[in-house]
């Protein structure tokens, strides 16, 4: 066969089974690589292939194979041989043979198999994924009751925590079973120092802060959840006297993780009752806040990932970016708030309450966003399960609900009205 027997490749349609580029030819003779990722196997196949026309699938041979089912050509279908992780959602063309091993963004070597239920610990917080339809016990803290409620009340003055009877109104409880204050369920009494300046939690010997009245013992504290700094005389009650949050970490049940800050933005992530949410601040504002399932799904990765990355300088940007998806969808709580209304029967007032809790806001936090003492957002939790109790909705509002709006009954609120 003589050279001018061969037929020429120019103006021919090209395209590379490693990395899915398309070209066309523009020399006469069979290219030797592909232009994009220069790989020598661009025109073999890869694997079985789905024809995006008539939907039977084979595998091909050759570059220049047709669908039997239709006869479209394999290199029509470069765009359907992309791959999809099942478990984070990422989609990608991979340069490799045969099916990739992992998927490139969340690294798991299951991307093709069934999406796995994410579960999280009610001890320790530690969230993780399992293909059990219900795990025996948590992995990290090996706990077997992980799924319960580690508490229902705290002690705003000593910390204590304790479950409460199903039948028990919490309403009537009078003292707390560890300190006998009565004023179990008020956060400590705190004043400005007349002297200095700084708050302070007030003490026995007036309105004067420790450091003012020359005692040794006391310490400055800083909140990390609502960034509230102030003075205490007594350090082993290290309950914030702003939101209520207990600044120690040594307490399993609640715990809190700093991840960014930048300026007067921070995003932390707090672990409490049973519940992970990560808070987007602005100064002492609670902007917005998100369930940490929600977080790792959308960013397609693991727990230990992420906590890892806090504080890390040289994953600034990440946070950022983070920050400024949270921020752009700080008021998607609205959304919600005229079915509530509609739905439960609640004034405007209570149903904004009922929507931030929804995304997986503490009382605390509400308290200070909506300016309301603690024990006002309480009263009105009180009033919104009462609603809850009389409408039938069967959303148990204690614990983690994913897609909680989803339990609603159209029907019925369209009934209602």
């Known amino acids: 066969m003589t050279a001018g027997c061969v037929e020429s490749w120019k103006g021919r349609k090209l395209y590379c089974f490693r990395c899915g580029h ?28 789905g024809c995006p026309s008539c939907g039977r699938r084979w595998t091909p041979r050759h570059y220049d194979d047709a669908c039997p089912g239709c006869g479209r050509p394999v290199s029509d279908m470069g765009t359907e041989r992309g791959f999809e992780c099942n478990q984070c959602g990422h989609r990608w063309i991979s340069r490799g043979q045969g099916t990739p091993l992992k998927c490139p963004r969340c690294k798991t070597r299951s991307w093709n198999e069934p999406k796995m239920a994410q579960f999280i610990c ?3 917080g530690y969230v ?32 204590h925590k304790w479950v409460l009877n199903e039948d ?11 300190c006998r204050s009565r004023k179990w369920n008020e956060l400590p009494e705190a004043v400005v120092c007349r002297r200095c300046g700084r708050l302070s939690v007030l003490g026995r010997k007036g309105a004067l802060c420790p450091a003012c009245r020359g005692d040794d013992r006391y310490m400055e ?39 960014w800050e930048k300026g007067g933005l921070r995003l932390n992530y707090v672990f409490k009752d049973g519940i992970g949410c990560v808070y987007l601040w602005d100064g002492s504002y609670p902007v917005t806040c998100r369930y940490l399932n ?5 960013l397609g990765m693991k727990f230990e990932t992420l906590i890892k990355r806090a504080g890390s300088e040289a994953h600034g940007r990440f946070w950022e970016s983070l920050a400024e998806d949270m921020m752009s969808r700080r008021d998607a709580y609205m959304e919600n708030v005229p079915y509530f209304m509609k739905r439960i029967g609640v004034g405007r007032e209570q149903a904004e309450i009922l ?23 309480r009263t009105e939790f009180t009033r919104i399960q009462e609603a809850f109790s ?24 369209d009934d209602s009205t």
Not at 224 to 240: H, N, Q, R, V
Request: charged share 30%; aromatic share 8%.
């Open 294 to 298: 929600e977080v790792l799904d959308g």
């Open 128 to 159: 993780w994924k399992s293909r059990m339809d219900y795990p025996n016990r948590c992995p990290e803290c090996r706990s077997e009751t992980w799924d319960k409620d580690t508490f229902k009340l705290k002690c705003f003055r000593c910390g």
């Open 168 to 178: 028990t109104d919490p309403d009537l409880v009078k003292t707390c079973p560890s």
């Open 390 to 413: 009389q409408s039938g909705i069967v959303v148990n509002d204690s614990v983690y609900t994913e897609d909680p709006i989803s339990c609603y009954d159209p029907e019925g609120a």
């Open 122 to 124: 009610h001890k320790c």
């Open 355 to 377: 929507a931030l809790h929804f995304t997986g806001m503490s009382p605390e936090a509400i308290s200070l966003r909506s300016k309301m003492s603690l024990k006002e957002v």
């Open 22 to 49: 398309r070209w066309v030819s523009r020399a006469d003779g069979k290219p030797d690589s592909c232009p994009k990722c220069r790989s020598r196997r661009y025109d073999v196949p890869t694997g079985e292939y």
């Open 221 to 259: 504290c800083r909140c990390g959840f609502c960034g509230a700094e102030w003075i205490s005389a007594d350090p082993s009650k290290g309950i914030c006297p702003v939101c209520g949050m207990l600044s120690s970490s040594e307490d399993g049940s609640e715990k809190l993780t700093i991840l």
